[in-house]
T-cell receptor, first 110, second 112 residues
Framework: RKEVEQDPGPFNVPEGATVAFNCTYSNSASQSFFWYRQDCRKEPKLLMS???SGNEDGRFTAQLNRASQYISLLIRDSKLSDSATYLCVVNSGGGFKTIFGAGTRLFVKA | GAGVSQSPSNKVTEKGKDVELRCDPISGHTALYWYRQSLGQGLEFLIY????????KSGLPSDRFSAERTGGSVSTLTIQRTQQEDSAVYLC??????????FGDGTRLSIL
């Protein structure tokens, strides 16, 4: 079993739609969680951190469920520019070792 | 520039040759990571350095892979006796204390 698992998609949604991605992790000792975004043939960039109480940044909401060991990302009012691959990232139990999920591809259509 | 710099940007070499990939992190960043990404796949953790601590090498796929970081700054990833399955984009990232990680543009390695 992979340490971090994501549905690869692709998710094809119209502009204005709400879309949600989940990610599960296997190491219960993991402490830090993040969502990164990667555009085609570009380097990943941090989208947002995920806090225990859940957090929101504009149209993006991230949540953590420690009991079930998953994190989620909700995107409201999707824009064409949201089309990208969304990477779930987990700090692997201690130190700075970071495990990236394989990513979920999102296509937002006009 | 102020970002993470990787070189070369592209490398084509014959199977069996050794290659060296270089990463120049953002000045002052204490942590440096190496990942590789195959076409259409996610990032595979290889190794990370944090300050003067011993590196975490747990992601290196075989003993043909090694990395060092000199003077707490520039890092070199070396792949000996390259195989075709080593073909991938090798990404370096640096950070000040974990996150966010700032990535370089990567080195696209092709083994013929």
């Amino acid at each position: 079993r992979k340490e971090v698992e994501q549905d690869p998609g692709p998710f094809n949604v119209p502009e204005g739609a709400t879309v949600a991605f989940n990610c599960t992790y296997s190491n219960s000792a993991s402490q830090s969680f993040f969502w990164y975004r990667q555009d085609c043939r570009k380097e990943p960039k941090l989208l947002m951190s995920v806090y225990s109480s859940g957090n929101e940044d504009g149209r993006f909401t991230a949540q953590l469920n420690r009991a079930s060991q998953y994190i989620s990302l909700l995107i409201r009012d999707s824009k064409l520019s949201d089309s990208a691959t969304y990477l779930c990232v987990v700090n692997s139990g201690g130190g700075f070792k970071t495990i990236f999920g394989a990513g979920t591809r999102l296509f937002v259509k006009a | 520039g102020a970002g993470v710099s990787q070189s070369p940007s592209n490398k084509v070499t014959e199977k069996g040759k050794d290659v060296e990939l270089r990463c120049d992190p953002i000045s002052g960043h204490t942590a440096l990571y190496w990942y590789r990404q195959s076409l259409g796949q996610g990032l595979e953790f290889l190794i990370y350095f944090q300050g003067n601590s011993a590196p975490d090498k747990s992601g290196l796929p075989s003993d043909r892979f090694s990395a060092e970081r000199t003077g707490g700054s520039v890092s070199t990833l070396t792949i000996q006796r390259t195989q075709q399955e080593d073909s991938a984009v090798y990404l370096c990232a640096s950070s000040f204390g974990g996150q966010p990680q700032h990535f370089g543009d990567g080195t696209r390695l092709s083994i013929l």
